[in-house]
């Protein structure tokens, strides 16, 4: 059973600095792509960054030049560095794994950690 794991959220004033980490267990195959989405409270779950097999990343705007995606050195491992950061990044911020074996589409989450930014 492939189990993500994060880890690192927490309580943090305006303008401080997070580092979210997941893990992963069960995988047999490196996942294409792994990302960072969240959810506050009253809206739906949205991406924050997420990262490609090849490299290749994408941020949501809001994350872009005070986020940053890394792929850990584990495999199926990645890492959020949240900089800068504001009272409207409060959510809960999932790990996520998606990609096609084949014709076989896959889709894991985990189940979250708390990020509260105070004012």
């Known amino acids: 059973q492939v189990q993500l794991v994060e880890s690192g959220g927490g309580l943090v004033q305006a303008g401080g600095s997070l580092r979210l980490s997941c893990v992963t267990s069960?995988?047999?195959?490196?996942?294409?792509?792994m990302g960072w989405y969240r959810q506050a409270p009253g809206k739906e779950r949205e991406l924050v960054a997420e990262?490609?097999?090849?490299?290749?990343?994408n941020y949501e705007d809001s994350a872009k030049g005070r986020f940053t995606i890394s792929r850990g050195n584990a495999r199926n491992t990645v890492h959020l560095q949240m900089n800068s950061l504001k009272p409207e990044d409060t959510a809960v911020y999932y790990c996520?794994?998606?990609?096609?074996?084949?014709?076989?589409?896959?889709?894991?989450w985990g189940q979250g950690t708390q990020v509260t930014v105070s004012s």
């Open positions: 069960g995988s047999r195959f490196a996942f294409d792509t």
């Open positions: 990262i490609r097999s090849g490299g290749n990343r």
């Open positions: 996520g794994a998606h990609g096609n074996i084949g014709s076989h589409k896959y889709e894991y």
